[in-house]
């Protein structure tokens, strides 16, 4: 069965500096990766995904992910980071059981904490 | 478009009550899946709905149930409240871009 991995609970970073959130995934087929960002008391805003092309995916707010099949990983990262991106943070997989599936299978989640 | 919207925010109930959530999807889309996520299990898929059909379901009890009706808006309903199911509730629509979700409606069961 498919699976998302979220290794770090939460991120530290000083604003400004690079950074990076982890991401790694099983599936038997091909993945279909999404990332989506969590402000309190908010629903889920879609980022980015990959289903298929070039590893680095950009996406929404300056934030980009880097899909590695070698090593089953799919990092959220961005170039310098916000006070303002300090929110929850989501790694996701399409189930694969059917195709055109509404289903994705969500990590537990990273709290990215920003410091000014 | 307007985007996902689910209505009410919030909810407040006791146990042994059930409770009815409404979810509209963005103009255009016909599939709409519903999560939910709670501090200690974090997001989990409910079901999914597509063209008033329900086509997947995650490993919830019966007590959780949902429709879709023709013009893709979508209800989820629970029966029998426990504590247990004080959540946010959060609705999805998916088109081949992706899958965009609503605000949630926070539950709370006494």
């Known amino acids: 069965a498919q699976s998302v991995a979220q290794p770090e609970d939460q991120v530290n970073v000083a604003e400004g500096n690079p950074l990076t959130v982890k991401c790694t995934y099983s599936v038997s087929g091909n993945p279909y990766l999404f990332w989506y960002v969590q402000y309190p008391n908010r629903g889920l805003q879609f980022l980015l995904k990959y289903i298929t092309g070039d590893n680095l995916v950009k996406g929404s707010y300056g934030f980009e992910a880097e899909f590695n099949k070698s090593q089953t990983s799919f990092h959220l990262k961005k170039p310098s980071a916000l006070v303002s991106d300090s929110a929850l943070y989501f790694c996701a997989v399409r189930d694969e059981s059917s195709s055109n599936t509404g289903k994705l299978i969500f990590g537990q989640g990273t709290t990215l904490q920003v410091k000014p | 478009k307007a985007g996902v919207t689910q209505t009410p925010r919030y909810l407040i109930k006791t146990r042994g009550q059930q409770v009815t959530l409404s979810c509209s999807p963005i103009?255009?889309?016909?599939?709409v899946s519903w999560y939910q996520q709670t501090p200690g299990q974090g997001l989990q898929f409910l079901f999914e709905y597509f063209s008033e059909t329900q086509r997947n379901k995650g490993n919830f009890p019966g007590r959780f149930s949902g429709r879709q009706f023709s013009n893709s808006r979508s209800e989820m309903n629970v029966s029998t409240l426990e504590l247990g199911d004080s959540a946010l509730y959060l609705c999805a629509s998916s088109s081949p871009r992706g899958q965009y979700f609503g605000p949630g409606t926070r539950l709370l069961v006494l």
């Open positions: 103009s255009g889309h016909r599939s």
